[in-house]
């Protein structure tokens, strides 16, 4: 298959999907970026954040540039203060690989919140009757993740990462359900409250970088990761922090497994197909 058209994907009367995990900031998104355009696909996204509106830089939302024409799904389109429950992810994004495949695409399922995915393809078995589903883990050594993280979230403050949390700073506001879950948004509460009544002035301690910085390299996703196969590859680059080399200097090591059929093998960078699927 030369990548245009997904609609030869069909095994028997199941569908493929491919479903990409890992951690914050290994390269999710342009990694399942890469992938649609290789496959001839469409992006579902899975993060609990971005389902919502109101915020980019937080969540650090794919851009218009990042898609590169790519259609992503589930990205916004929900209250900031709504409480989008797994369920109605499951709801949603079932509907939206089934609106993917209906165009002959191949539907790419991809975010941080492994709860939301858990929920689909465990607790949803129709989901799993209907489709075949390559699972790909994104891995990253935790030094080299740690130093990306940091340069990411360095970016994020460039970008304008407090003036956008501070137009959703409340008082009163409630950091457990909504878009204030999102990772740098409770932790600027007490630098907000400092500003408002006048205490910042001269004093850098205090400064938002040194708040969002303490707690961004441990953030991980919301839960363990799911017991799927993994895909080791390092974090390609984003539009906040450069590519990030393998710590040992040997490249990328590449692995992915077909879950269900039980055979494994190699998904070599460049070599046009995913394990254990006739294209």
């Not at 009367?13 to 696909?41: E, I, N, P, Y």
């Not at 165009?103 to 989901?127: Q, W």
């Not at 009757?129 to 360095?154: G, H, K, N, Q, T």
Request: net charge neutral; proline share 6%.
């Amino acid at each position: 298959m030369d990548g245009t058209n997904g609609a030869t994907m069909l095994c028997g009367h199941k569908g493929k999907v491919v479903v990409v995990m890992g951690a914050t900031a290994t390269g999710k998104s342009k990694l399942a970026v890469d992938l649609a355009l290789r496959f001839g696909g469409e992006v579902v996204n899975s993060d609990k954040i971005q389902v919502h509106d109101g915020l980019g830089v937080v969540p650090n939302k794919v851009t218009a540039a990042e898609s590169r024409g790519v259609p992503h799904h589930l990205i916004g389109g929900v209250s900031p203060d709504a409480d989008y429950t797994a369920a109605d992810f499951c709801r949603d994004a079932t509907r939206a690989v089934e609106s993917v495949h209906a165009r002959g695409r191949v539907p790419i399922v991809a975010g941080g919140s492994n709860r939301y995915l858990e929920a689909l393809l465990d607790g949803e078995p129709t989901f799993r009757r209907s489709y075949e589903c390559c699972f790909l883990w994104v891995d990253a050594d935790m030094p080299v993740l740690d130093r990306y993280i940091r340069s990411r979230v360095d970016c994020m403050l460039e970008h304008g990462l407090v003036d956008e949390v501070r137009g959703f700073f409340k008082p009163d506001a409630d950091y457990s359900r909504g878009i204030r879950r999102a990772i740098g948004v409770p932790e600027m509460d007490t630098y907000f409250r400092l500003e408002a009544m006048g205490k910042l002035d001269g004093d850098d301690e205090l400064r938002p970088g040194q708040h969002v910085q303490a707690s961004a390299p441990a953030a991980a996703e919301d839960s363990p990761a799911p017991r799927y196969p993994r895909l080791q590859h390092p974090p390609p680059g984003r539009h906040c922090g450069a590519h990030v080399e393998d710590q040992r200097g040997q490249g990328p090591r590449n692995r992915a497994s077909r879950v269900g059929g039980g055979r494994r093998g190699a998904c070599r960078e460049g070599s046009g197909h995913l394990p254990g699927w006739q294209w």
